[in-house]
């Protein structure tokens, strides 16, 4: 079969992928970015934006639904579910990032929990059903991005997830509702026209809900293209369709199946250990670093020693806030991120409360701080650094260099890690027992026969065990 389009053959490799295409190396990543989605969605649940999102949706219902994670007595629409679910994970910046620059699980997952749970493709799921349609969806986010040069480096004008996550929402979602090729293309040529949210919004609530809208319009996508709503069947060929969110967009056909090699088996993915831009990870590295020259004694020096401090950052102005007001605002701040490892020698999800990001030390050290742009540290989370100059009143200089810091594709989390970030995000909502089980449950995933088990671990503990829980 002779394939006419760039869309025909996305929508081929969405309907054509078996379990058989998954390889050891995907099926383990991918249930590290699964088991480190659902942690931090979990945390995300404590958090303004998800009550605000999570009000907003009650006033939807249906009578096919599914769970808000951690809340045990809340049931909502299925795709309403994974708009809430997919705010939770994003609400503090605190999900899986990959390159070219995207959060590729949390547009994704909501999608295939909320749908599975709704019964909607099938009474029965097995894990490996659940692998194959993330995987599918991380897939066509990754096959997107490389179509072009500008999303190699950290975007500047679209939010990526909002872009490409509603596209692999919608893919993911057409390979569990086991949708025809055709169907395929027309969900995702629905989706372009759902997707996209500009810069501006970042370091606001607003931003997890890009990520939320990209769950929740791909699932609509596919919806819709069930029911037989038509796009242009070349969408993801032209410069007016896809291309319209990026200024290089060179698109080509997808490899055909029996010899297709997936983009997770070449390009892991970062995994945080706090919640902020993943850029500021560099910058906290070097900090800590260099916070060990200005230690005696066990105790900081204290503020008024230091005369500057200088960061050698990519130009990244979204990330350039020299005096962030909010927690949204430290979490996309260089100079907070520098501040508070220095201070404080770590930096945690407390960091980004405002009582810490208001202290008088901080203020004071944020009023020294510079930033320089190297021409050869460009904005790309494959290459860049950061490098940390803190000068003293007498005159001695410190100097430190990141350039992978832990957690990074090149310097993974070690499983161990990944697991304890998991218990302490998903023990603020689950009990020991539900976390523990969910972390076996999901490192047998592609053994496990029916879905459903790890549906009923994600509702959190009813009525009558938080009563006693809290007792």
Same mark, same amino acid.
């Given at each position: 079969?002779?394939?006419?389009?760039?869309?025909?053959?996305?929508?081929?490799?969405?309907?054509?992928?078996?379990?058989?295409?998954?390889?050891?190396?995907?099926?383990?990543?991918?249930?590290?970015?699964?088991?480190?989605?659902?942690?931090?969605?979990?945390?995300?649940?404590?958090?303004?934006?998800?009550?605000?999102?999570?009000?907003?949706?009650?006033?939807?219902?249906?009578?096919? /639904?599914?769970?808000?994670?951690?809340? #045990?007595? =809340?049931?909502?629409?299925?795709?309403?579910? +994974? &708009?809430?679910? *997919? %705010?939770?994970?994003?609400?503090?910046?605190?999900?899986?990032?990959?390159?070219?620059?995207?959060?590729?699980?949390?547009?994704?997952?909501?999608?295939?929990?909320?749908? /599975?749970?709704?019964?909607?493709?099938? #009474?029965? =799921?097995?894990?490996?059903?659940?692998?194959? +349609? &993330?995987?599918? *969806? %991380?897939?066509?986010?990754?096959?997107?991005?490389?179509?072009?040069?500008?999303?190699?480096?950290?975007?500047?004008?679209?939010?990526?997830?909002?872009?490409?996550?509603?596209?692999?929402?919608?893919?993911?979602?057409?390979?569990?509702?086991?949708?025809?090729?055709?169907?395929?293309?027309?969900?995702?040529?629905?989706?372009?026209?759902?997707?996209?949210?500009?810069?501006?919004?970042?370091?606001?609530?607003?931003?997890?809900?890009?990520?939320?809208?990209?769950?929740?319009?791909?699932?609509?996508?596919?919806?819709?293209?069930?029911?037989?709503?038509?796009?242009?069947?070349?969408?993801?060929?032209?410069?007016?369709?896809?291309?319209?969110?990026?200024?290089?967009?060179?698109?080509?056909?997808?490899?055909?199946?029996?010899?297709?090699?997936?983009?997770?088996?070449?390009?892991?993915?970062?995994?945080?250990?706090?919640?902020?831009?993943?850029?500021?990870?560099?910058?906290?590295?070097?900090?800590?670093?260099?916070?060990?020259?200005?230690?005696?004694?066990?105790?900081?020096?204290?503020?008024?020693?230091?005369?500057?401090?200088?960061?050698?950052?990519?130009?990244?102005?979204?990330?350039?806030?020299?005096?962030?007001?909010?927690?949204?605002?430290?979490?996309?701040?260089?100079?907070?991120?520098?501040?508070?490892?220095?201070?404080?020698?770590?930096?945690?999800?407390?960091?980004?409360?405002?009582?810490?990001?208001?202290?008088?030390?901080?203020?004071?050290?944020?009023?020294?701080?510079?930033?320089?742009?190297?021409?050869?540290?460009?904005?790309?989370?494959?290459?860049?650094?950061?490098?940390?100059?803190?000068?003293?009143?007498?005159?001695?200089?410190?100097?430190?260099?990141?350039?992978?810091?832990?957690?990074?594709?090149?310097?993974?989390?070690?499983?161990?890690?990944?697991?304890?970030?998991?218990?302490?995000?998903?023990?603020?909502?689950?009990?020991?027992?539900?976390?523990?089980?969910?972390?076996?449950?999901?490192?047998?995933?592609?053994?496990?026969?029916?879905?459903?088990?790890?549906?009923?671990?994600?509702?959190?503990?009813?009525?009558?065990?938080?009563?006693?829980?809290?007792?």
């Amino acid at each position: 079969m002779k394939l006419k389009s760039v869309t025909e053959s996305f929508a081929k490799v969405i309907q054509g992928l078996k379990v058989g295409h998954l390889t050891d190396r995907v099926i383990q990543r991918s249930k590290r970015m699964i088991l480190d989605t659902l942690g931090v969605g979990f945390l995300g649940t404590g958090t303004e934006v998800f009550h605000k999102a999570n009000e907003y949706s009650k006033i939807y219902s249906s009578n096919v /639904s599914s769970t808000v994670w951690g809340q #045990p007595t =809340l049931r909502l629409p299925p795709t309403y579910a +994974a &708009f809430v679910n *997919g %705010v939770a994970i994003h609400s503090m910046d605190f999900d899986d990032t990959w390159h070219p620059a995207t959060h590729p699980s949390g547009a994704v997952l909501p999608v295939l929990m909320a749908l /599975s749970e709704a019964q909607l493709p099938s #009474p029965k =799921l097995s894990g490996l059903d659940l692998l194959l +349609a &993330f995987n599918v *969806g %991380v897939e066509v986010q990754g096959r997107l991005m490389n179509f072009s040069k500008d999303a190699n480096d950290i975007p500047k004008r679209f939010h990526p997830p909002s872009v490409v996550g509603t596209l692999g929402s919608a893919a993911a979602a057409s390979k569990m509702l086991g949708l025809s090729m055709t169907n395929c293309q027309k969900a995702l040529a629905i989706a372009v026209s759902h997707a996209g949210a500009p810069m501006a919004n970042a370091a606001t609530q607003t931003k997890p809900l890009h990520m939320g809208n990209a769950a929740r319009h791909g699932m609509e996508a596919a919806f819709l293209a069930m029911l037989g709503l038509e796009g242009n069947k070349q969408v993801l060929d032209t410069q007016t369709g896809f291309g319209a969110f990026y200024t290089n967009y060179s698109p080509k056909v997808l490899p055909n199946l029996d010899s297709y090699a997936w983009l997770l088996d070449q390009q892991d993915v970062a995994f945080k250990s706090f919640p902020a831009h993943l850029a500021t990870h560099w910058v906290a590295d070097a900090a800590a670093s260099v916070r060990k020259h200005l230690v005696t004694d066990r105790a900081m020096l204290p503020p008024d020693h230091i005369e500057r401090i200088v960061l050698r950052i990519p130009d990244v102005q979204y990330v350039n806030r020299p005096f962030p007001d909010s927690e949204h605002e430290a979490r996309h701040s260089f100079q907070y991120a520098a501040c508070a490892m220095l201070l404080d020698g770590g930096i945690t999800v407390p960091s980004f409360h405002r009582d810490q990001i208001n202290r008088p030390q901080v203020r004071e050290l944020l009023g020294k701080m510079e930033l320089e742009h190297p021409q050869d540290n460009l904005p790309n989370f494959n290459t860049l650094y950061c490098e940390i100059s803190v000068t003293l009143k007498d005159g001695a200089t410190f100097t430190e260099r990141c350039d992978t810091f832990y957690g990074h594709w090149r310097k993974p989390l070690s499983q161990k890690d990944l697991e304890a970030k998991f218990r302490a995000n998903a023990s603020r909502m689950l009990s020991c027992d539900a976390v523990e089980r969910l972390i076996k449950t999901l490192d047998n995933l592609e053994g496990l026969e029916d879905c459903s088990v790890l549906t009923s671990l994600l509702k959190g503990p009813s009525p009558p065990e938080m009563i006693s829980q809290s007792i």
